[in-house]
């Protein structure tokens, strides 16, 4: 790999990049939407035992595992994450607790066979469901499903978050936004330190460069607490635009010296998810300490404000702007640092970052699904 490369005009390139505008169109959106939103939430809510269940497949699932940790230590309820796939799989081990369930399913199309199975297995088997759907498509089959239903809530992302690269990019930090907010209205205030920090996150691309000037074979993400499913979000898109010509992977900084670090050589870079929460950036630091000391020069720390500064072959991103805020409000804006990684990664590889697989292999809304009735034997292809 070389750095004379070129990022051709792509939807990708220019659906990361959109992200700002789309987080300032979101919050018109949202304010908009707020009294009948919240009176949806009023009555959703109304019993105190009700489970917020966050729920989408792939990078929809990551949304919902950022925004439930986010808000799980912020707004006093209880918040779980379920990806859809695991509620679909095994709906009675999800949903064993006799419990009424609000359901938030993420979903940029809404076509994706495990949606809609969802939202039917907690009709069928919570005690009282609600349903609020966070999608980029209006005309998808999960916003079609619910939108007329009085148990049920449609919450359309700016039209222009309906990415239609292959990779979620734009769709995830608007739905993320959109989750954070919706749940805690006071996140709105922030609005200018989140655009701010992913408008520095776009122009990283001299230092990802260099990153990749080493000709990575793998690289792993470490995230810890809120971060941790940012770190599973950044190692899919690594994957996904270079057609899994870059191994990449996640983890915890404490989980991954518990095997994991194995993954290690001489070909592998380790990007480090700082956390703003000051018990979880201990772990970070220590990490970071420990990594540089072994492996100088294979080590990207991004959020290193106030980290002691990084030897001169490793490469530190701070982001003064975001200082104050929830790391699931830094996620939004930080993940362009992963998105931009990737896209140069896969442009150096030779891939088309809007179609890494023209073989069919893997597609952008997953065909083949065969979504099987509650206790039968049969089902229908999706």
Same mark, same amino acid.
């Given at each position: 790999?070389?750095?004379?490369?070129?990022?051709?005009?792509? $939807?990708?390139?220019?659906?990361?990049?959109?992200?700002?505008?789309?987080?300032?169109?979101?919050?018109?959106?949202?304010?908009? @939407?707020?009294?009948?939103?919240? +009176?949806?939430?009023?009555?959703?809510? !109304?019993?105190?035992?009700?489970?917020?269940?966050?729920?989408?497949?792939?990078?929809?699932?990551? /949304?919902?595992?950022?925004?439930? !940790?986010?808000?799980?230590?912020?707004?006093?309820?209880?918040?779980?994450?379920?990806?859809?796939?695991?509620?679909?799989?095994?709906?009675?081990?999800?949903?064993? =607790?006799?419990?009424?369930?609000?359901? #938030?399913?993420? *979903?940029?199309?809404?076509?994706?066979?495990?949606?809609?199975?969802?939202?039917?297995?907690?009709?069928?088997?919570?005690? @009282?469901?609600?349903?609020?759907?966070?999608?980029?498509?209006?005309?998808?089959?999960?916003?079609?499903?619910?939108?007329?239903? +009085?148990?049920?809530?449609?919450?359309?992302?700016?039209?222009?978050?309906?990415?239609?690269?292959?990779?979620?990019?734009?769709?995830?930090?608007?739905?993320?936004?959109? $989750?954070?907010?919706?749940?805690?209205?006071?996140? *709105?205030?922030?609005?200018?330190?989140?655009?701010?920090?992913?408008?520095?996150?776009?122009?990283?691309?001299?230092?990802?460069?260099?990153?990749?000037?080493?000709?990575?074979?793998?690289?792993?993400?470490? &995230?810890?607490?809120?971060?941790?499913?940012?770190? !599973? =979000?950044?190692?899919?898109?690594?994957? =996904?635009?270079?057609?899994?010509?870059?191994? $990449?992977?996640?983890?915890?900084?404490?989980?991954?010296?518990?095997?994991?670090?194995?993954?290690?050589?001489?070909?592998?870079?380790?990007?480090?998810?700082?956390?703003?929460?000051?018990?979880?950036?201990?772990?970070?630091?220590?990490? /970071?300490? =420990?990594?540089?000391?072994?492996?100088?020069?294979?080590?990207?720390?991004?959020?290193?404000?106030?980290?002691?500064?990084?030897? %001169?072959?490793?490469?530190?991103? $701070?982001?003064? !702007?975001?200082? &104050?805020?929830?790391?699931?409000?830094?996620?939004?804006?930080? #993940? *362009?640092?992963?998105?931009?990684?990737?896209?140069?990664?896969?442009?150096?590889?030779?891939?088309?970052?809007?179609?890494?697989?023209?073989?069919?292999?893997?597609?952008?809304?997953?065909? %083949?699904?065969?979504?099987?009735?509650?206790?039968?034997?049969?089902? @229908?292809?999706?």
């Amino acid at each position: 790999m070389t750095t004379d490369v070129t990022i051709p005009a792509s $939807a990708t390139l220019a659906e990361i990049h959109q992200q700002p505008q789309a987080w300032r169109d979101l919050a018109v959106l949202l304010d908009r @939407a707020r009294q009948d939103l919240d +009176a949806f939430l009023g009555r959703a809510l !109304e019993d105190p035992r009700t489970r917020v269940v966050f729920t989408g497949a792939g990078t929809s699932a990551f /949304v919902g595992r950022i925004a439930a !940790e986010s808000l799980r230590g912020r707004s006093g309820r209880r918040f779980d994450a379920v990806a859809s796939t695991d509620l679909v799989a095994a709906p009675r081990t999800v949903l064993a =607790e006799d419990l009424p369930v609000l359901l #938030v399913s993420f *979903a940029r199309s809404g076509n994706s066979p495990e949606s809609g199975a969802a939202t039917e297995l907690v009709d069928a088997l919570a005690p @009282a469901a609600h349903h609020l759907v966070v999608t980029c498509d209006p005309s998808g089959a999960l916003a079609v499903a619910h939108h007329d239903r +009085a148990d049920s809530f449609v919450l359309v992302m700016p039209p222009q978050t309906n990415d239609t690269g292959f990779a979620m990019t734009s769709s995830f930090s608007s739905m993320l936004l959109a $989750a954070l907010v919706a749940f805690v209205p006071s996140d *709105a205030a922030a609005l200018d330190r989140v655009v701010a920090s992913g408008e520095r996150a776009l122009g990283t691309d001299d230092a990802l460069h260099r990153v990749l000037d080493a000709s990575p074979r793998r690289i792993v993400f470490l &995230g810890g607490g809120t971060l941790a499913g940012l770190a !599973e =979000e950044c190692a899919l898109k690594t994957l =996904e635009l270079t057609a899994g010509g870059i191994a $990449a992977f996640h983890d915890t900084p404490l989980g991954f010296r518990h095997g994991p670090k194995a993954v290690l050589d001489d070909d592998t870079v380790v990007v480090v998810l700082r956390s703003a929460d000051p018990t979880v950036r201990r772990y970070d630091d220590d990490i /970071v300490r =420990e990594l540089r000391a072994d492996r100088p020069g294979q080590v990207v720390v991004v959020g290193s404000d106030g980290l002691q500064g990084a030897p %001169g072959t490793d490469v530190d991103l $701070a982001f003064p !702007e975001a200082e &104050g805020l929830d790391d699931g409000l830094r996620a939004v804006a930080l #993940v *362009a640092v992963a998105q931009l990684l990737a896209l140069h990664a896969s442009v150096r590889l030779g891939c088309t970052p809007d179609n890494p697989f023209p073989d069919g292999s893997v597609n952008r809304v997953v065909r %083949g699904v065969v979504i099987h009735p509650l206790d039968g034997e049969h089902g @229908a292809r999706g």
